[in-house]
């Protein structure tokens, strides 16, 4: 019975909406454990009054935790740290084990930040095609792109888009 009285009083109180933004954006939130979630940032959350414990994520960074009193509609700003380098490649290789393409433009900045490089080449195989890129840190893009025939090797392609990348510098 008190059992019961406890969580009707519990579903009778008012929402709050938590307006949830990161530095930088694009992180992954959950809230309590999961009881909510919202992704990508800026995204927001339906909560219950009260102090909530906030989890962000985002690849090639180190994760954030706080615990934030939501006890009305508020802005939640959470500022994240670059990963070390050891834990963005552990993460790029959790992500890409995960299923992450590549080719995200999010890969490739945390893969510049994990080996703490200006450019990168990245290639992979797929479709029986090696496909491969160069993203530029400076620039926060890619600036070239290659697919190569599958008879080509991976570092052939992975040439043919430096080559590229460099007719365009």
């Known amino acids: ?21 990161t530095r930088p954006p694009g992180a992954s939130v959950s809230v309590d454990g999961g009881g909510a979630t919202c992704a990508p940032t800026p995204c927001r959350v339906t909560l219950r009054p009260g102090v909530h414990h906030f ?16 006890d009305e509609d508020r802005d939640v700003v959470l500022a994240l740290d670059p990963a070390p380098a050891a834990l963005a490649r552990a993460q790029l290789a959790s992500a890409l ?8 433009l999010t890969f490739a900045r945390a893969a510049a930040s994990a080996f703490e490089a200006r450019v990168v080449a990245i290639s ?4 029986g095609r090696a496909h491969a890129a160069v993203f530029d840190r ?12 599958s008879d080509a090797p991976t570092a052939s392609s992975v040439r043919a888009a430096i080559l590229e ?5």
Do not use: H, K, N
Not at 56 to 67: D, E, N, Q, S
Not at 97 to 104: F, N, V, Y
């Open 1 to 21: 019975a008190l059992a019961e009285e406890v969580r009707v009083a519990l579903a009778a109180r008012p929402r709050v909406e938590a307006a949830v933004a």
């Open 55 to 70: 989890a962000v994520t985002r690849l090639g960074y180190r994760p954030r935790f706080a615990a934030e009193d939501v």
């Open 97 to 104: 084990a995960g299923g992450l393409d590549p080719d995200d």
């Open 124 to 127: 992979r195989g797929e479709d």
């Open 138 to 149: 400076a620039r926060d893009r890619v600036l070239a792109r290659v697919a190569a025939s």
């Open 165 to 169: 990348w460099r007719g365009m510098t």
